[in-house]
């Protein structure tokens, strides 16, 4: 099972800054199926970025992913009031299961 | 527009039986390439991917729950179904079905809200 760590745990920013999040996997995703969610309390989990860098239909461009191998980033270049969320990176490629890193939380400071 | 919406019980008895039922609209799930899976996520844990199965029928189990898990289809009411046999207290958990759409490897593309069931006796 390839195990996917997130980090750091939460991060505490005021809007306008640049975040960048960080998923490391126990071993290499050399088929690049990677992805990264957004969830809000109350809301279903919403598709960000995948293939390690594809953002989904009506992602904003703010919104970017990168890496290969074992360590990926997402980087949002400038936090707006809604982006403040918990995000989770997942592999979905070989081997079974998909598996999902424990998320971050992103928190207005 | 897509939506899927997760429905069971709210409470199972430890040993009972869980069955979980993911209606969905705004596809068809025998559209090529379509697929709707399962995950789950323990108060306070991580993200679980359970199971997913396919518009031709073919079904994935996560490894460590394969023999507690089967899936399934009703293509003409647009309904997956999930069961889960033998359920304990740490199974309890926001379950969730979500749509793929792709080849093989696939993200999950769209998600329902979740339903909590909780395992206590």
């Known amino acids: 099972e390839i195990v996917l760590t997130q980090s750091p745990d939460t991060l505490s920013l005021s809007p306008g800054e640049r975040v960048t999040l960080s998923c490391r996997a126990s071993?290499?995703?050399?088929?690049?199926?990677l992805a990264w969610y957004q969830r809000k309390p109350g809301q279903a989990p919403r598709l960000l970025i995948y293939?390690?860098?594809i953002r989904a239909t009506g992602i904003p461009d703010r919104f970017s992913g990168s890496g290969s191998g074992t360590d990926f980033t997402l980087t949002v270049s400038r936090l707006e009031p809604e982006d403040f969320a918990v995000y989770y990176c997942?592999?979905?490629?070989?081997?079974?299961?998909?598996?999902f890193g424990q998320g971050t939380k992103v928190e207005i400071k | 527009q897509v939506t899927l919406r997760e429905s069971g019980p709210a409470l199972v008895r430890p040993t009972e039986t869980l069955t979980l039922t993911c209606s969905f609209s705004?596809?068809?799930?025998?559209?090529?390439?379509?697929?709707v899976s399962w995950i789950r996520q323990p108060p306070g844990k991580a993200l679980e991917w359970l199971a997913r199965?396919?518009?031709?029928?073919?079904?994935f189990y996560s490894p460590s729950l394969k023999t507690r898990l089967t899936i399934s289809k009703d293509t003409s009411k647009n309904q997956v179904v999930l069961t889960m046999t033998n359920m304990d207290p740490v199974d309890t958990a926001t379950y969730y079905c979500?749509?793929?759409?792709?080849?093989?490897?696939?993200?999950?593309?769209?998600w329902g809200q979740g339903t909590l069931v909780t395992v206590s006796s």
């Open positions: 997942q592999h979905y490629g070989s081997p079974l299961p998909w598996t």
């Open positions: 199965i396919d518009w031709d029928d073919e079904k």
């Open positions: 293939d390690v860098r």
């Open positions: 071993q290499s995703l050399s088929s690049g199926y």
């Open positions: 979500a749509r793929g759409h792709g080849a093989i490897f696939v993200p999950f593309h769209s």
């Open positions: 705004g596809f068809s799930l025998t559209t090529s390439g379509m697929c």
